[in-house]
Structure formats: C-alpha cells, structure tokens
C-alpha cells in the first residue's frame, strides 16, 4: 500500500506540470487509497484535516447556491471544483514530515522547469501572432507567450508562480537546500516572464515583499533580485516591456476591458446579493448586464476571484472562501512563530507556503485563477505545507508506521 500511495503521488506531482489529465486521475485515485485508510482508526487519529471547517462551510453555501440557482443541474455539475480541495488532505497526508516536503517542492520544481523550458521553446518558435498553428499543433498553438503543455498561457503563469515561491526561501542565504536548485528555478522563472501574464507577475512581486518581514536573511537579496528582474523587463524584448510598463495602466485596452467586467459583475451581484446566480452561472446572465462600451458581450469570469464568489456564491460564498485564507494564515503564521530559529528546514517550508498563496491571491484580482483546475490543484497542495513543517520527527514516525 506504501509503494502504491507513493508511486501515486509521484504521478500526481508530474500531472501538476504536465497533463491535467494525469493529475486529476491521480488525485482521484489518492483520494481513494487515503478514505480506504481511514476506516483503521489508528489512521484516523494520525490523519490531517487542514482547514476543515471553512472548507466545508465554503463547500455548503456553493452546493445551496448550486441548488437555489435558476437552473441546478448544471450549477451542481459546474461546482465539481471543489472536489480539489482533495489535493490539500492527500497531500498533508503523502508528507509525513518536513525532509518530505522538500522533496515534494524539489520534484515538482522540475516538472514545472520542463513545462517552462517547453514554454520558451515555444515562444522562440513561433511564427507570430497571426495564424499561428503548426506541426505539432500542441506546441505552436497559441505560441506567441509561453504556455508550456497547458491550454493557457495563464494557466502555465499560475502553476510557475506558485513553484517559484515556495522555492524561493529555500534558495536564500542560511536555508539547507541542495543548491542545484538554483538553476532549474531560474530557468522557470523565465518560463513565467514568456507568459507575458502580468497578473501573475503581480502576484509574484507582492508576494516576494511578503517575504521580507518573514526572512530574517536575505532581504537584501530579495529587493536586488526584484530590481534586477523589473531592470531585465525593461531591457528585454518590446513586448515584455510593454507589457510590464502597462501593469495597471487605466489606458491600457485589457486593463479597460477588467474593469468593464468588474462593473457589470457588481450590478449582477446586487440582484442577486446573498447567494449568487449560482456556480458556473454568470455566463447565461452575463450579456444582459455587459456595458456598451465593452468589447466582450459574453464571459464566464469577470477576471477576478473575489468578484466571481460574490457574483456566482453571494456574500455568504465570499464570506465562507474569505474565511478559508484568514484561517490558513492564521494556521500557517502561528506554526512559523513556534518555531525555533534553528528549525531551517521547516521554516522555509511555512515561508514558501505562505509565499505562494500570497502570490496566487493577489493574481487572482485580475483573473479568476481559483477556477483553474491546474493551478488551484497546486495551491491547495502548497496549502499543506505548514502542517506537514509543524510535524515532529517522532510524530512523523508514528505516521510513517500506521500507513
């Protein structure tokens, strides 16, 4: 069973950065193999359920906003989301302690680092924007920005931000980490410069701050390496510069176009304020409401996280999913405080966890990256790192023994 569960989630790991199918198969099948433990009750008493109660919070108010939708087969069909939250408990339980969460981070930094080098291959390839399909198809698709095996180049963002930063305190002075690490994180980092997705870059920057009151070396490090990565965007191809010089620009057409979005979400919300039009919902009612001036008439998002929950869940939705991030803080925050200085190893677990998801929140005010099954898999798997630091040695052998 051991061997089984390991193979599996070594499957899982290189689905996260390949094939969404492999990933999800996998998740599936781990979720199995972990319920089926559970009927030993020595497996229960040693078994995590990180964040359990928003999560099933959130989880209720999406099912009774599914069922009070105007239409709710297709809302229930279209809240199958949560059932990634899997990748959180599956995960808290395949790391029994922290050597076994570096190794998670290791593995799947290069997964990702190949999705990247797949990414710049891609951009350097590319004929251009124009008609740009190929042979093979999969690899010139949409190739002018970088999107590796994904669909989406916001897709390969995400899940590259999140590699990133919870690698990234691993690579700072004082950490024991293998220091090979270095390269295949550099390479990646590229990989999420070529997606040219500036939400994500956003999201990166905030969250590299974010790191400053948590690192007591290094912070110098962090601010040069920020200023040399704006300096090498600016001194990069034209693209890249424009697009990193029109981050937040009001003028700026995708920009105008969000916000169009965001004012005809908040209209949509005010008819429908405790509970949404429900999950999945907003793309039959989103035309009435869209602006004159927009360009886009139909959409299934309004390009931000915390807009769609109130959109599609009311503000009892938002409230539940809102308490889901102050509750891992709260969790991931207190673990880092009790840990001793010399506790390295498990700090810089905590420190990338909370760096990631610092990372994808603030991606997520211009995208809706929480219904990207892809990248939110990785959040959720990020999101059990500061249980499985807290884990001591010896409970970590008791784990170990009763899987």
């Known amino acids: ?8 989630f070594g499957a899982f790991v290189v689905g996260l950065g390949v094939s969404i ?32 109660a928003p999560v099933l919070a959130f989880s209720a108010v999406t099912l009774v906003s599914a069922l009070a939708s105007g239409h709710p087969t297709t809302a229930l069909a279209a809240s199958k989301g949560l059932l990634l939250v899997a990748a ?19 593995a799947l930094l290069v997964v990702v680092t190949l999705a990247a080098v797949v990414g710049l291959l891609q951009t350097a390839a590319c004929p ?58 550099l390479v990646s980092l590229l990989g999420l410069l070529a997606t040219y997705t500036r939400g994500a870059w ?3 920057g905030a969250a590299v701050l974010s790191l400053l009151p948590m690192t007591r070396k290094g912070r110098w490090l962090l601010l040069a390496g920020l200023v040399l990565l704006a300096l090498g965007a600016l001194a990069g191809p034209k693209h890249l510069r424009e697009r990193f010089l029109t981050m937040g620009n009001p003028e700026d057409p995708t ?19 405790v509970l949404g039009v429900g999950p999945g919902e907003l793309k039959r009612v989103y035309e009435r409401y869209a602006l004159p001036e927009a360009v886009k008439k139909r959409t299934g998002h309004v390009h931000n996280t915390p807009l769609q929950m109130l959109v599609e ?3 009892l939705g938002l409230a539940a999913w809102l308490w889901i991030w102050a509750a891992f803080f709260a969790r991931a925050i207190a673990v880092l405080r009790r840990l001793p200085e010399e506790a390295t190893s498990e700090r810089t677990l905590v420190v990338g966890s909370l760096a990631a998801i610092v990372g994808f929140l603030v991606a997520g005010l211009s995208e809706f990256n929480f219904g990207d099954s892809e990248v939110v898999m990785v959040a959720w798997a990020m999101m059990a790192l500061p249980w499985v630091a807290h884990e001591t040695e010896e409970a970590s052998s008791r784990r170990r023994e009763r899987a």
Do not use: N
């Open 128 to 185: 251009g924007p124009e008609p740009d399909y190929g042979w093979p198809a999969w690899l010139y698709h949409r190739c002018y920005r970088a999107r590796g095996f994904f669909s989406i180049y916001m897709t390969l963002a995400g899940v590259l931000s999140l590699a990133l930063l919870a690698g990234l305190p691993r690579l700072l002075p004082g950490a024991a980490v293998a220091r090979w690490t270095i390269v295949p994180w």
């Open 255 to 273: 920009v105008k176009e969000r916000v169009y979005m965001w004012r005809s979400g908040l209209a949509i919300w005010r008819e429908h304020p």
């Open 88 to 106: 959180l408990y599956v995960t808290a339980d395949a790391l029994p302690g922290p050597a076994d969460g570096h190794r998670f981070l290791s």
């Open 1 to 8: 069973m051991i061997a089984l569960r390991r193979a599996v």
């Open 21 to 52: 199918t492999l990933s999800e198969s996998a998740l599936a099948l781990l979720t199995l193999l972990w319920l089926w433990r559970l009927r030993d009750p020595a497996a229960r008493a040693a078994a995590r359920f990180p964040l359990w």
């Open 313 to 315: 869940r009311g503000v």
């Open 202 to 204: 956003m999201g990166f």
